[in-house]
């Protein structure tokens, strides 16, 4: 049996003191990577607003970065494809 000591275990992302009900990461870099939106009042709020505090440089070249958001009350996840030039959303 493979026991993971709690030391060694990956924080929860909504268990941050942070202020936010959602709680937003870049899908590629998983959820340690991430940060709760503190003014998201949606999944697609929170989405954008981690794009634009958090997102790629402008000089990334990236067009298209895929964000996942964690709705902290209930559990609930979606993932978003957002464009970068141009904000625009697609699910993943």
Request: glycine share 8%.
């Amino acid at each position: 049996m493979n026991r993971v000591s709690p030391s060694h275990r990956q924080p929860e992302p909504c268990a941050s003191p942070a202020p936010g009900r959602f709680y937003a990461y870049a899908t590629d870099e998983g959820p340690c990577s991430g940060h709760k939106v503190p003014e998201a009042e949606s999944f697609t709020d929170a989405a954008i607003g981690f794009l634009e505090c958090w997102g790629p440089d402008d000089d990334t070249g990236q067009e298209e970065v895929s964000v996942t958001v964690i709705d902290c009350e209930t559990g609930a996840q979606e993932c978003f494809r957002i464009a970068v030039a141009t904000g625009a959303m697609r699910p993943c």
